[in-house]
Structure formats: C-alpha cells, structure tokens
T-cell receptor
C-alpha cells in the first residue's frame, strides 16, 4: 500500500461547528504532516508529527487542533473556524531518510460558511 | 535562508511540443530537490527527485538534473500530452529538516 488516504473529500461547516479531518497511511512512515493550500498557491505547512509527537507547529491558530493517535493515523480537529479558513487541507507522510520526500493524500476541500 | 523560484505561468503548449519549466533554488547545505505535480481537484503527486549534485531524476518522460553550480533543477519533457496539463511545483528539503520549501507553482496548459 503506497498511498495516503484522507476523509472526507469535501466538508462544508458553519463557524460554530466542530468537525474533524482524518488521514491514514500504511507505508510505515514515522513522520506525518498537515498542509493548507489556498487556490493558486503552494501548500503551506501547518503541523509536523514525528514518531507520534508534535515536532513543528507553524504558529497555527488554536481553532486547528492536530492529533496523532498512532503511527498510521493523523487527525485535524476544527472548531470555530472563519470563512478565510476555507481551503484544501492536505495530509502527507514521509520516511526519516536523507531524501525527505513526502507523499501526499488527495486532500479535503473545506468550505466554512 | 531556503527558497525556490519558479518561472511564472501559465505555460501554454501544443501537444508534442518540448517542455521546460525553470526552477532555481537557494539553500544552505545540500538539499534534496523535487518536482511535484497537481492535477485539478487533486493532491500533490511526487513526479521525480534528486538527492545530490548531478543526479538526474526521471519519471513518465519527465527529467530534471540537480545542477549545484547553477543552483537549478529545471523540468523537461520531450513531447507533452494534453494529459500533462496540471500545476507543477518545484520543492527542496534542506538536509536534516522536515520542511519542504515550495516554489509558487507553474501551470501547464497543453492543447490538442
């Protein structure tokens, strides 16, 4: 299995809702990432988990809360989002090796009303 | 600091034309270099990579060579197809870090 899966594919939520994005990989990778991508822009790193511990938080607002229940799963909990948070949210994973290539999932298209 | 500069798009070509998308980088140390492709409505797919100077990455007819002397990693394909229409991102990973640094992306449009 060489893919990263993400659910749901699309999500529409109101500003008072609580929702979660899920990501799963079965490649034995020990690093997992959340990115946010706005239209016509490159992905922006949000969080990095390494060996199930949060290693990088790129000063993301607290309305985004990551969680890594085990080495294969990564969640992103969403609460009290703003319309400007509407974007494509991408999950990625990687080995801890010299090349450092990351493998991306298909993304969740989030719309905040 | 670490940065990647890509040519502005869109790049518009006819089918079977030769493709070059320029990418130059600034980095400390010896980064790994990547090209990712993003088709409409999808995530990023790793297209090819190179981890040291003079390495050539290749995949699906695309090639790029890690040129340390010119700090470049230009993407080339000899004959593009309509199905190659997508956004192409050049990226680097500074050795020992976990942060990909992306260029701004170049949209490629191939017409029949």
């Amino acid at each position: 299995d060489t893919e990263v899966t993400q659910t749901p594919k699309h999500l529409v939520m109101g500003m008072t809702n609580k929702k979660s994005l899920k990501c799963e990989q079965h490649m034995g990778h020990r690093a997992m990432y959340w990115y946010k991508q706005k239209a016509k822009k490159p992905p922006e790193l949000m969080f990095v988990y390494s060996y199930e511990k949060l290693s990088i938080n790129e000063s993301v607002p607290s309305r985004f809360s990551p969680e890594c229940p085990n080495s294969s799963l990564l969640n992103l909990h969403l609460h009290a989002l703003q319309p400007e948070d509407s974007a494509l949210y991408l999950c990625a994973s990687s080995q801890e090796n010299e090349a450092g290539e990351q493998f991306f999932g298909p993304g969740t298209r989030l719309t905040v009303l | 600091g670490n940065s990647v500069t890509q040519m502005e798009g869109p790049v518009t070509l006819s089918e079977e034309a030769f493709l070059t998308i320029n990418c130059t980088y600034t980095a400390t140390g010896y980064p790994s270099l990547f090209w990712y492709v993003q088709y409409p409505g999808e995530g990023l797919q790793l297209l090819l990579k190179a981890t040291k100077a003079d390495d050539k990455g290749s995949n699906k007819g695309f090639e790029a060579t890690y040129r340390k002397e010119t700090t470049s990693f230009h993407l080339e394909k000899g004959s593009v197809q309509v199905s190659d229409s997508a956004v192409y991102f050049c990226a680097l990973n500074p050795y020992g870090f976990q942060k990909l640094v992306f260029g701004t992306g170049t949209r490629l449009l191939v017409s029949p």
